[in-house]
């Protein structure tokens, strides 16, 4: 049975995400991705202007997956216990190459303004996803907090930091002192 043409653009998206993993996103080749999906480079092409509309989609497709996928995990835990999740996913204390894509593609963003509007975009939805974990603290009165944006930026802000450290030197000690500064900051700023 043929695959259908949104089937086959989906296998080629997630077949470079599997090579951007694997072997960074500037290592990777059109060759490797055609032979990975068992298609012809003009198939590639049929689908994708380019190389970077490509490795831009793939990108996207996944970190909104990405996202999506820790975002619906949470739904069962309180608004402390979400904090504490997102933090503890977002400290690498070992080599990681998921971490090494995502630090990949924000060196690109930094010089590419295509790349550059997409890390705009998932940075607004985990900036998005922290402002409703602290509001759902603050309606169900487990949390206190006077400037729900600015703590948002905050707390992402020292994630961030965290999580870029890590990912160039990661180790369990590090993680863990990460966690707890990241953790005394809650309590102390929405307690």
């Known amino acids: 049975m043929k695959e259908s043409a949104e089937a086959l653009r989906t296998k080629i998206l997630d077949a470079a995400i599997v090579l951007f993993i694997e072997k960074g996103i500037e290592k990777v080749t059109t060759r490797e991705l055609t ?8 198939h590639i092409y049929h689908y994708f202007s380019n190389w970077q509309t490509l ?5 996207e497709r996944f970190m909104r ?3 999506e996928t820790f975002a ?3 739904t069962t835990l309180t608004p402390r ?6 933090f503890e996913s977002h400290l690498p204390s070992a080599p990681d190459a998921t971490w090494q894509l995502y630090a990949s593609f924000w060196q690109t963003a930094a010089h590419n303004e295509t790349y550059a509007v997409l890390a705009d975009e998932m940075t607004a939805a985990w900036q998005a996803l ?3 974990i602290i509001r ?7 949390l206190r907090c006077r400037d729900l944006p600015r703590t948002a930026r905050q707390i992402s802000a020292m994630l961030n930091g965290y999580a870029d450290l890590l990912t160039i030197n990661p180790s369990e000690k590090k993680a863990s002192e ?14």
């Open 72 to 74: 619906e995990s949470l």
């Open 136 to 142: 759902d603290g603050v309606t169900d009165g487990a």
């Open 130 to 132: 922290v402002e409703g």
């Open 178 to 191: 990460a966690l707890t500064d990241l953790t005394q900051f809650i309590d102390v700023v929405l307690s």
């Open 55 to 59: 490795c831009l989609a793939a990108l």
């Open 81 to 86: 216990q979400r904090l504490l999740t997102l």
């Open 65 to 67: 997956v990405d996202f």
């Open 35 to 42: 032979e990975s999906v068992g298609i012809s480079r003009s």
